[in-house]
């Protein structure tokens, strides 16, 4: 699988849009990103994933630029509990290894 | 519906013993994997299993035996354990695994003195 690059931290106002960066430029045509959290001492959170469209759900939106090299979750209106480091990875089909790097984390403030 | 249930949340061994950590699943995934999480660290992946009676190893398997007898139970057994073995094991299921959307359990945190 691809090796990503996530910013170590970031902090956001509360109720403002969370706009987090991924690096995975090594990309290859079947992988695909997904996105998961983790709010402290708790087991990750899956968020997302997409493979070359944008994609939306309840909790999040995934963007990916059209050369598939970097990708940026959306998280539209940031709440305390939000609160968590953000994994970005990269998985391709048919591999079983899900790599998690150390992630971006990031905080939310009043 | 539980989803992915570890137990024990907490276990603290002295080094030399050996020890279970249970991992059971209800919802009829076929794909079962161990992470361990490190202080500042990601998750590394130590096994994983795509189905009942198959095993592989992943990123940082030593120390660790797996077995997969049942669809539903993936159990991680340290047989020997050591104060490096310290660590939060994560256990986490999906349906197919590659790739898939991973349901991870609450977590097994072990202390080896």
């Known amino acids: 699988d691809a090796k990503t690059t996530q910013p170590p931290s970031m902090d956001c106002a509360e109720g403002r849009a969370a706009n987090l960066p991924c690096n995975h430029s090594t990309i290859s045509g079947n992988e695909y990103v997904y996105w998961y959290r983790q709010i402290h001492s708790q087991g990750p959170q899956y968020i997302i994933h997409?493979?070359?469209n944008n994609e939306t759900n309840e909790m999040a939106s995934l963007i990916i630029t059209e050369d598939r090299k970097s990708s940026t979750l959306i998280l539209p209106h940031a709440t305390l509990r939000d609160t968590a480091v953000y994994y970005c990875?990269?998985?391709?089909?048919?591999?079983?290894?899900?790599?998690f790097g150390k992630g971006t984390k990031l905080s939310v403030i009043p | 519906n539980a989803g992915v249930t570890q137990t024990p949340k907490f276990q603290v061994l002295k080094t030399g013993q050996s020890m279970t950590l249970q991992c059971a699943q209800d919802m009829n995934h076929e794909y079962m994997s161990w992470y361990r999480q490190d202080p500042g660290m990601g998750l590394r992946l130590i096994h994983y299993?795509?189905?009942?009676?198959?095993?592989d190893q992943g990123e940082v398997p030593n120390g660790y035996n797996v077995s997969r007898s049942t669809t539903e139970d993936f159990p991680l057994r340290l047989l020997s354990a050591a104060p490096s073995q310290t660590s939060v094991y994560f256990c986490?299921?999906?349906?197919?695994?590659?790739?898939?959307?991973?349901?991870f359990g609450e977590g097994s945190r072990l202390t080896v003195l």
């Open positions: 997409g493979l070359k």
């Open positions: 299993s795509v189905g009942a009676g198959i095993t």
């Open positions: 990875i990269v998985h391709g089909a048919g591999s079983y290894q899900l790599t």
């Open positions: 986490a299921s999906s349906l197919t695994g590659a790739p898939g959307e991973l349901f």
